[in-house]
Structures are given as C-alpha cells and as structure tokens.
Nanobody, 123 residues
C-alpha cells in the first residue's frame, strides 16, 4: 500500500486548501482512511477519517464545520477540504490507512502512511 499526499501550501487565515491523497496497492484489509496532522513539538493528532466501505466519516472537534473528508473510489483518492483556516492549523498533514475508524481510534491503528504535505497558515 502506498499513499501520496499533495495540495499543501501557504495561505492566509480564512483561506482554503484541498489536500489529496493518492492511494495505491491492496487496501482491501484496511477499512479506514484518515488524515492526521503534526505541528512542531506536538503529538500527531487525527483530523478526520472515513470508512472505506460505506463512507461514514469522523471529524475532530477542533476542525468540525471547517474541514470535510471525502473519497473518490474510482480514482482511489482521499480528500481533505479545509476552509476558514487558522494559524493553529499549521502542521504537516499525513494521510494513512488503518483498521479502525472513529473518535477513539489512534495513530497506532494506522499502519500505512504517506510522506506528508505541509500546510502553513499565516495571520
């Protein structure tokens, strides 16, 4: 399984970005795709995830109403639409494939990771 993120960049507060993650390989045993972020000096946190079959989504409270996760199965692509960006959203963003979705799943339950894409939000 390989994952490759794109779409990061620098924006001003209030702006928008859409991250993409190209997923390749055999993911049939990975029921969950997710977006995580990690800022310097902070732990990696999950931003959102989606159950690959059925499409049920979870979005962290900190980004609820601003971020949307979606998938385009025909192109094996995962998206994270981010709007109303804040300086606190500045981080490296990673997509990952794992076996557990939802509020209580942790990074340890995701075993395939992309290299990350940097998002920088200036005030």
């Amino acid at each position: 399984v390989q994952l490759e993120e794109s779409g990061g960049g620098s924006v001003q507060a209030g702006g928008s970005l859409r991250l993409s993650c190209a997923v390749s390989g055999d993911t049939k045993w990975r029921k969950c795709l997710g977006w995580f972020r990690q800022a310097p000096g902070k732990v990696r946190e999950k931003v959102a995830d989606i159950v690959t079959v059925g499409g049920h989504t979870y979005v962290a409270d900190s980004v609820e109403g601003r971020f949307t996760i979606s998938q385009y199965n025909a192109k094996n692509t995962l998206y994270l639409q981010m709007s109303s960006l804040e300086p606190e959203d500045t981080a490296m963003y990673y997509c990952a494939a794992g076996w557990s979705c939802g509020r209580w799943s942790t990074p340890d339950e995701f075993d395939y990771w992309g290299q990350g894409t940097q998002v920088t939000v200036s005030s």
